[in-house]
């Protein structure tokens, strides 16, 4: 159950131009609530003035609304509809009214040229705000705007109330993790760095602690029994000192991400890789990214607010052989090779997305740190297994090297094809990969994570960069609209 994301009340303010007349803009924000239905507070306080405007977002916030559609039901008034923004601390959408009984004397609102006003007001306000590719509709199309401003005001609050807490250091020879946190900060976002040895004397003062043992039947009954569930005490006792340090160090946020260090002094120390406990908290809407990805832990927590659902981390990670695309892919799937790869990682995606989740070992940590050893010991502790197929959205949010963000977003699926590999994975395919591969990921130097949310969810993805300021948003687009660096002569 994802329980690590904000609980959204939207509101709505209808707004009025004293030469307009009022009741028509009641009369239409009325038709809205009758068309949402509950879940949507209705403000009576129908503004006009600078002091209506205070008044009514004091009676939306008396009444726990924490995202605002604001919406002119006529023209509307240019410096009292925006000082609202000034006014209400929360995410916003302005919409306006359709002219939809026909009635164009005394039934005339005009709203399709106020909201030309209001954006030009917002921006000398310089105030983001969230305002739809079609801004201006009847009441049942603005009903499909405000549930499509749900997810990104949902994002927008828990970005808000978000402390990511890291341990670490970062890794020296993962560069692509150490992307500058100043940008965090613009955007409100908490950051709690702490030493890998704090986690391990938090770890220590849970043993025997005595919620281990039913923590371990929690466990058990998720897994299954096999070879490698000798693993879950030590297991149990993670998990649980991750919990009690989220609890004891949200100070004044809500929401809690963590990036953790995970190898290869973590198996060596505490005894095990932390892939599973990962798997399971982001599956509850934690998300815990690997190897200290402090913007990995972002988009995970970003895709988890606008899904609702679990997401993942993955490495952009390889190639498929040809021979499993021409038996599994080629005409079955209208993809070129080139446009598919598979993602992966040790084991850290929740057994839910997983076709046949099994708890394993960290094959290639094997290798490195018990090679002679016939049965793997500390390197015991995945969560491993094809995902399950259907669509998904591989994206990012990332600070450059000048602290500001940029983003890139692209749809496709995972495909219904066995990996004949390890640990979390699956066979993607994304439409003209190959070039969204060189002149995104490649030209513009993202690292090799990449966040999956599972689902199409590039819509309110988009929505939710833009209202953080992003104006850098890349996407895999199609073969007739070139790149700016794409060669026209290749």
Known sequence: MITNIPELKLGIIAVSRNCFPAALSERRRAAIKAAYGEGLYECPITVETEVQARDAVND?????VNALVVFLGNFGPETPETMIADFFDGPLMYVGAAEGDGDLFDGRGDA?????NASYNLGLRQKRVYIPEIPVGTAEELVERIHDFAPIATAILGLKDLKIIAFGPRPDDFLACNAPIKALYDLGVAVEENSELDLLAAYNKHKDDPRIPALMEEMKAEIGENKYTGVLPRLAQYELTLLDWMEEHKGTRKYVAFANKCWPAFQTEFGFVPCYVNSRLTGRGIPVSCEVDIYGALSEYIGVCVSGKAVTLLDINNTVPAKAYDEGIKGKYDLRLTETFMGFHCGNTCSSLLKQPTMSYQRIMKRGLEPDLAEPDITRGTMEGDLKAGDITFYRLQSAADTTLHAYIAQGAVLDVPTNSFGSIGVFGIPEMDRFYRHVLIEKRYP?????????????????FKYLGVTDIAYNQPKHLPYPTENPFA
């Open 60 to 64: 939306v916030v008396a009444h726990g």
């Open 112 to 116: 399709y040229c106020g909201m030309l």
């Open 448 to 464: 090799h994570h990449g966040a999956v949310a599972f689902g199409n969810y590039g819509k309110s993805l988009f929505e939710v």
